[in-house]
């Protein structure tokens, strides 16, 4: 059983950081792209940033600047750097990925969702 574990959430004043984290366990054979969205109440999940294995990143226009996707291959482990954090930013936040897991003989090409953890932006 393929698992995302986020974490680093939490309640931070405006212009603040956070450092969100997001393990990937399992057995796993591979991971490829591996991302980070979020959702406000009442909206839609949109992307923040993702992360193609050996491509080139991309950033949520209204993100651009402030936050800072990374990988630990090593680990399977994703981060998000969010500086400047602005109450827009406040939402859950997911962990998404796209790999390849072991299901006994076979390998299976599998997306996984995270459970989420929540970002709030506040004074």
């Known amino acids: 059983q393929v698992q995302l574990v986020e974490s680093g959430g939490g309640l931070v004043q405006p212009g603040g950081s956070l450092r969100l984290s997001c393990a990937a366990s399992g057995s796993i054979l591979n991971v490829n792209s591996m991302g980070w969205y979020r959702q406000s109440p009442g909206e839609v999940r949109e992307l923040v940033a993702n992360?193609?294995?050996?491509?080139?990143?991309n950033y949520a226009d209204s993100v651009k600047g402030r936050f800072t996707i990374s990988r630990d291959n090593a680990v399977n482990t994703l981060y998000l750097q969010m500086n400047n954090l602005k109450p827009e930013d406040t939402a859950m936040y997911y962990c998404?990925?796209?790999?390849?897991?072991?299901?006994?003989?076979?390998?299976?090409?599998?997306?996984?969702w995270g459970q989420g953890t929540l970002v709030t932006v506040s004074s």
């Open positions: 992360s193609p294995n050996g491509g080139v990143t």
């Open positions: 998404n990925a796209h790999l390849v897991a072991v299901d006994g003989p076979y390998y299976r090409y599998t997306e996984v």
